[in-house]
Each structure stands twice: as structure tokens, then as C-alpha cells.
């Protein structure tokens, strides 16, 4: 794949790249670009100045591009042999650091750390040490490297083994535990953790409580950050981008059809999330059911519009969830639906136009995560949605911190109180609606993510 030979100026690491590989029919490879920030900030920079973009093949497809040596330019794929990516990325990232950082762990639902634990953390291991020497390899001398979440927390201090020339950040796109939290994790590896991001020059939070989290758990286990200077960037939506996007003619065709899946004259709250256990989407049905409860008069009257993608299905647990929240939405249904009106509108098929017309119909925008490093989505539908919407949103979401004074902020685990706050959503009269979205869409693209990341890599700099 596209290397640079020791020429990169700009690296970024991350697990997911830029950039999918689908092998057609007739033995072609195609190639899915997607988007997202890092996509817009690096190509900000772009491959003609030096930025490589070093990520995971991920599907036979990108397996497959790897072995013909097609690639794009900026982007260099790692085939790491696929029971080594399973240990790291399911095993140890998306069953482990993913439930610590998000405080998923609730009896009868808890760690273990058994040998099983110790084989896939040596593969988690095996899995940074092959990013580190990647970047090691294509980096330029004093180049910047920025690696990215908690798939690599063990980067950057491979990386100053190998390469003490380059400067390194670390970006946690995720939430950071409380030490109390962290501290389950066996001492030696949340050790390895911390010290292993402490490699880095400058770490990156999205925002201060997490960046204050880190730095608590380092002053408890590993005697502080020692050089590492701590920063905070809280990624906002891309204005441009979403505004110019959600006029395009296939989200108007998705609207059409959104409208009619609806109905006429109906408020819509709407929720889009990937299908995991922190974005807690069963809770907001169950809230939505409640409202259905104890406010008849919204019967008939209103749709939840739920999108919930599913994510990380090769493990039982995300799986379970996703099921869990399909008879949920249809026990609804069935418990208050009529011949004209099916009140939870669920779609489970990843579909980004249809994401965007959801937006745009939007009256409410219901984010509950229990916790969320960020959660773009209460940045995005303000933006969007064609009338304004009132965002009911989750005090554990990081958006919480940029959005909190113009939302109607829950605790999660709160369902009647969830439940209350929608009936109040929906409540809200059109003028107050639009004035509040305008200021939430304000607040919510004060950062956009080419900024985010050119941010990030003047601090680096200098
Ligand atoms: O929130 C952390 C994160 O890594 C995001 O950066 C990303 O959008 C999401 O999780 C995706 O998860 P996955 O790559 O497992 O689908």
C-alpha cells in the first residue's frame, strides 16, 4: 500500500481508516471513502504535503487491497494477521477499555481477567507495536505524529522508543473513567495504559472532565503526567459539510419516504446512534413509552424516529443490545400502535441520507448515553433539522459541556425524569424552538473538524 518511505511530515494512526475495500462480483476492488473528522481535517493537509493516514485492514476487501498493493495515496493499511485484530479490537478495546472508559460494568455484567485476558492483551500489544514500527518507518525526520483513541493507547510510548525525534500526540475520542473506575483494570495493565499514552508529547481530550480524569488517574497510579502536556479540543460538527449535504437530492427522497412512514401533521422525535450499550437507547424507548403512558394526549400525535445502527456485532454483548432494542421499539407497537399510526419508526440499516432527512424533520432530538466522549449527533441535528429542534440531551454526554445551558438536560438512568423532559421537548412553541436551535447549532460548529485537528497540530508544532 502507498508509503512514503521515511517522507511523511504528518502521520495519523488510527484503528478505522479512511478508506474500505468491497471486492465486486467480478474480482474488482472498490473503494468506499467515508467521512467523519479526521477525514476533512488531514485532508486539509493532504498526501502532496506529507500527511499518511496508517490504519487497519479491516475487511476481506481491504485484505485483499493490501496483497495487490492498490491504495490510495496518504493512506497506508496494515494487514495484521486477523486473530490479532480480534484479540485487540474486540477482545481487549471494545470488551474491555471501551466498558471502562464508558462505566459499563454493572453486576452480573463484569470484567474478567483471566488467561484468556492475558492472551488477547499480548495481542493488543502485538497489535500497537505494529502501528509504532509502521509510523516509525514512514515518518520523516521530526515529523508529528497524532494517534488516535483507545484501540492505541500503547503507541506513543513504542513510538519515542523507536523514533525520539518525532512529536507525538494522542487523541481519546472516548470518555476517560474516574479513577475509582480506571482502577479495576489489573494494576499492571492500567499501568501500561498510562504510561504508554505518557509516551506521547501532548495528549488531547474532548473535553475537561475527561482530560481532569486522565490526569487524576495518573497522579493515583503512575505519579502524574510527568512532561506530557494535556489539551482540550472539543470537536464540533462541520456546518458547511452537513448544511450543503442534507439538500442533496437522496436525502430529499428519504424525506419523502420518512414522511410518509410518519404520517401527516405528527411531531418526530428522532435519535440516530450506532447500537451500543452507552448510547442507552432501550432507556429512551422506555421514556418514549412512559410519555405514551402518562401523557395520552401525545398519542396519535407524535413518531420516534429511532435509527440505531448496528455496531461490533461479532460480540455477543453489542449483539444482545441491538436485539434487546428491536423488541422494545416493537413491544411499543404493539402496546399503543393503531391501524394509522405506528409510534416507534426503527431502522437498524446504516443509511447516512437517511440519517440527514431524519435530521431535517426533526421537532426533537433525543441523545440519552449514559456516557459519551462527545456525541456528535447533538451537534448535528440542530444544524439540520429544517424548523429547529429542542435537543433533550444526556448530562454524561461530552456535548453536555458545549450545549448544556440551551438543551434540556436528563440523567440518563432517569426514565420517568427522560420521560418528562420530552413531554416539555415537544411542548415548546415554535419561535422559543428555533431560537434555541439556532444558538445550539452556533455553539455546536464553533469547532469544525478541519480547525480541530490543525489545532491540535500547531500545539504539537510548536
Ligand atoms: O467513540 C470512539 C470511536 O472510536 C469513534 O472515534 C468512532 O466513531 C467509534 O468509536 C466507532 O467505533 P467502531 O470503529 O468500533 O465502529
Not at 321 to 340: D, K, L
Amino acid at each position: 500500500m502507498a508509503s512514503t518511505f521515511g517522507a511523511a511530515q504528518v502521520l495519523v494512526a488510527s484503528n478505522r481508516g479512511p478508506v474500505s475495500y468491497e471486492v465486486r462480483e467480478d474480482g474488482s476492488l472498490h473503494a468506499k471513502r467515508g467521512g467523519g473528522g479526521l477525514v476533512s481535517g488531514l485532508s486539509a493537509i493532504g498526501p502532496d504535503a506529507g500527511a499518511l493516514w496508517v490504519c487497519s485492514a479491516l475487511s476481506d476487501g481491504d485484505r485483499e487491497a493490501v496483497r495487490r498493493g492498490v491504495g490510495e495515496d496518504g493512506v497506508r493499511m496494515l494487514d495484521v494477521p486477523a486473530d490479532v485484530h480480534a484479540d485487540a479490537y474486540n477482545g481487549i478495546a471494545n470488551s474491555v477499555l471501551w466498558f471502562v472508559h464508558h462505566m459499563l460494568y454493572q453486576t452480573p455484567l463484569e470484567p474478567v481477567f483471566d488467561a484468556e485476558f492475558r492472551r488477547q492483551w499480548a495481542s493488543y500489544e502485538a497489535y500497537n507495536r505494529a502501528f509504532a514500527e509502521a509510523l516509525a518507518e514512514e515518518a520523516a525526520e521530526g515529523a508529528v505524529a497524532i494517534v488516535q483513541d483507545y484501540h492505541l493507547t500503547l503507541v506513543p510510548g513504542m513510538l519515542r522508543e523507536l523514533r525520539p525525534d518525532l512529536r507525538i500526540g494522542h487523541f481519546s475520542h472516548t470518555p476517560w473513567a474516574p479513577v475509582d473506575y480506571f482502577r479495576m483494570l489489573p494494576d499492571d495493565i492500567a499501568e501500561q495504559v498510562l504510561r504508554g499514552m505518557l509516551g506521547a508529547d501532548r495528549l488531547g481530550f474532548l473535553t475537561r472532565r475527561w482530560a481532569d480524569a486522565f490526569t487524576a488517574c495518573c497522579e493515583a497510579l503512575v505519579g502524574g503526567t510527568g512532561g506530557t502536556e494535556i489539551g482540550v479540543h472539543g470537536l464540533g460538527a462541520d456546518a458547511d459539510f452537513l448544511r450543503k449535504r442534507s439538500h442533496e437530492a437522496d436525502v430529499d427522497e428519504r424525506m419523502a419516504a420518512l414522511r410518509a412512514e410518519i404520517g401527516e401533521g405528527r411531531r418526530t422525535i428522532v435519535r440516530v446512534d450506532r447500537t451500543e450499550l452507552s448510547k442507552n437507547i432501550v432507556r429512551g424507548l422506555l421514556a418514549y413509552r412512559r410519555l405514551l403512558t402518562d401523557r395520552p394526549e401525545w398519542r396519535e400525535r407524535v413518531v420516534h424516529v429511532a435509527f440505531a445502527y448496528p455496531s461490533r456485532q461479532d460480540l455477543a454483548v453489542y449483539r444482545d443490545y441491538t436485539a434487546e432494542v428491536q423488541r422494545v421499539a416493537e413491544s411499543i407497537n404493539v402496546e399503543f400502535g393503531t391501524p394509522g399510526w405506528t409510534p416507534v419508526v426503527l431502522h437498524v440499516k446504516d443509511d447516512f441520507a437517511r440519517s440527514l432527512a431524519a435530521y431535517r424533520l426533526a421537532d426533537v432530538a433525543l441523545v440519552n448515553p449514559i456516557r459519551d466522549g462527545m456525541n456528535l449527533v447533538a451537534k448535528e441535528v440542530p444544524v439540520v433539522s429544517d424548523e429547529g429542534c429542542v435537543l433533550v440531551l444526556s448530562r454524561e454526554a461530552g456535548a453536555y459541556e458545549e450545549l448544556g445551558e440551551d438543551a434540556l438536560v436528563v440523567n440518563p438512568y432517569d426514565v420517568s425524569g427522560t420521560a418528562r423532559a420530552l413531554h416539555e421537548a415537544l411542548s415548546v412553541g415554535a419561535g422559543e424552538r428555533a431560537e434555541r436551535s439556532k444558538r445550539l447549532a452556533a455553539a455546536g460548529t464553533a469547532l469544525p473538524p478541519a480547525r480541530w485537528f490543525l489545532e491540535q497540530l500547531d500545539a504539537l508544532r510548536s
